[in-house]
Nanobody, 124 residues
Framework: VQLQAFGGGLVQPGGSLRLSCTAS????????MSWFRQAPGKEREFVSA???????FYADSVKGRFAISRDNAKSAVYLQMNSLKPDDTAVYYC???????????????????WGQGTLVTVSS
């Protein structure tokens, strides 16, 4: 399984970005897909997940601002990020796993497959 994340960049506070992650995998629909982020000097943290039934999950810090979606026909997952803040600055990673259970969505070690990351910088 190979994941490729892209769409990061420099954006001003209050702005928006849309991240994309494509997967080279059979039966993409069987995977729970998630986004994590890691800021300099900090641990990797959960941002959002979308399960096989298209139910979304969000970290409290991004609820109401970020929206996750998936397109199984394109083997892709997206993260629409609105009202961005400087604290959202980080490298964003997509992750995939078939076995992860809902209570473990937030744990990085629950995922077998990771993309290479895309940098999001929120700054004026």
């Amino acid at each position: 399984v190979q994941l490729q994340a892209f769409g990061g960049g420099l954006v001003q506070p209050g702005g928006s970005l849309r991240l994309s992650c494509t997967a080279s995998v059979d039966s993409f629909r069987r995977y729970v897909m998630s986004w994590f982020r890691q800021a300099p000097g900090k641990e990797r943290e959960f941002v959002s997940a979308i399960n096989r039934g298209n139910s979304p999950f969000y970290a409290d810090s991004v609820k109401g601002r970020f929206a996750i979606s998936r397109d199984n026909a394109k083997s892709a997952v997206y993260l629409q990020m609105n009202s961005l803040k400087p604290d959202d600055t980080a490298v964003y990673y997509c992750a995939a796993d078939q076995q992860v259970i809902v209570s473990s969505y937030f744990r990085p070690d629950s995922y077998a497959y990771w993309g290479q990351g895309t940098l999001v910088t929120v700054s004026s």
